[in-house]
């Protein structure tokens, strides 16, 4: 079966994240403590310029987040497995210098969902990415994590990209 990409053409997955290459702003929302029965979120900005590797089948972003504690750098390092037929995505930042575990999945109907396993203070959890809302202009990033291996989700992190002109 072929992959839907993330522009809702057919193809084998891997231009799911092609609508992502270019320059964009980036307005944050993210949850102050997660897992923790937290409901203050925090909104700040952001930039995020991407640009296609390894000949299209992956991409880089690297990303500029303005919190009000102050400004990080940070990285996203997406490539496409075509023997899989997904994608495993990693994030990079100035505060642990090391890569974060994956997650991986893919597009379906225009939205693309990812899994992974990662830790929160000692304990396990499963981690949720969810691309939606994309358009040549647009596109919605959404963070969960799950303390019971994905029975409930917490969504904790939201990213909302508008292309720079």
Same mark, same amino acid.
């Given at each position: &079966?072929?992959? &839907?990409?993330?522009?809702?053409?057919? *193809? %084998?997955?891997?231009?799911?994240? %092609?609508?992502?290459? *270019?320059? $964009?702003?980036?307005?944050?929302?993210?949850?102050? =403590?997660?897992?923790?029965?937290?409901?203050?979120?925090?909104?700040?900005?952001?930039?995020?310029?991407?640009?296609?590797?390894?000949?299209?089948?992956?991409?880089?972003?690297?990303?500029?987040?303005?919190? @009000?504690?102050?400004?990080? @750098? #940070?990285?996203?390092?997406?490539?496409?497995?075509?023997?899989?037929?997904? $994608?495993?995505?990693?994030?990079?930042?100035?505060?642990?210098?090391?890569? =974060?575990?994956?997650?991986?999945?893919?597009?379906?109907?225009?939205?693309?969902?990812?899994?992974? %396993?990662?830790?929160?203070?000692?304990? @396990?959890?499963?981690?949720?990415?969810?691309?939606?809302?994309? %358009?040549?202009?647009?596109?919605? $990033? =959404?963070?969960?994590?799950?303390?019971?291996?994905? #029975?409930?989700? =917490? @969504?904790? $992190?939201? &990213?909302?990209? #508008?292309?720079?002109?």
């Amino acid at each position: &079966m072929r992959a &839907m990409t993330g522009d809702g053409s057919v *193809g %084998d997955g891997r231009g799911d994240f %092609d609508f992502l290459h *270019g320059d $964009w702003t980036v307005s944050h929302r993210r949850l102050r =403590e997660r897992l923790a029965g937290c409901t203050e979120w925090q909104a700040f900005a952001g930039t995020c310029d991407v640009r296609p590797i390894v000949g299209g089948l992956g991409n880089v972003d690297d990303n500029l987040l303005e919190l @009000p504690g102050g400004t990080y @750098p #940070a990285a996203t390092i997406r490539l496409y497995d075509p023997a899989a037929a997904n $994608w495993s995505i990693w994030w990079i930042d100035d505060r642990r210098g090391r890569l =974060e575990p994956p997650v991986a999945g893919g597009f379906a109907g225009g939205a693309g969902t990812f899994f992974g %396993d990662d830790e929160l203070a000692g304990r @396990p959890i499963r981690v949720r990415f969810v691309w939606s809302g994309i %358009d040549a202009a647009r596109a919605r $990033w =959404e963070q969960a994590f799950s303390p019971d291996g994905g #029975a409930t989700w =917490e @969504p904790n $992190w939201t &990213m909302d990209f #508008a292309r720079r002109a």
